[in-house]
């Protein structure tokens, strides 16, 4: 039977993944939006499938912000409660972060949260 510590962790890692989805959507749309300003011709504005409208539409840019926004609160009051409930257990690993460097990151082995 799953408890309360293994529902909040799946709230936990639902919203940061999400956010992380966000994040990449954000960066994603700005490259596509720079790309498309940089194109020297009308083939998107002539566009009768409006695929550039539709995507500007669909990934608004207000509406992602907010949403950003509205998750990472969420995402920090799991987090307080799993903090109150985890009797974190922290380990250190080195990620890659280029070919010759690496970032020490800690988080917890239990519930995946990195330490502040
Ligand atoms: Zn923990």
Not at 44 to 50: A, G, L, P, Q, V
Not at 75 to 88: A, G, P, Q, R, S
């Amino acid at each position: 039977m799953t408890n309360e510590k293994d529902i909040l962790l799946n709230m936990y890692r639902t919203s940061y993944r999400f956010l992380i989805q966000l994040y990449e959507t954000r960066i994603n749309l700005a490259d596509i939006k720079r790309d498309i300003s940089n194109l020297d011709n009308n083939y998107f504005e002539e566009d009768k499938d409006h695929l550039y409208d539709n995507l500007l539409t669909i990934f608004d840019e207000l509406s992602l912000e907010e949403l950003t926004e509205l998750l990472t609160h969420y995402k920090n009051v799991v987090e307080d409660k799993l903090n109150n409930i985890c009797v974190h257990e922290w380990i250190y690993d080195d990620i890659d972060i280029g070919p010759e460097t690496s970032q020490r990151i800690c988080y917890c082995k239990l519930c995946e949260i990195s330490k502040k």
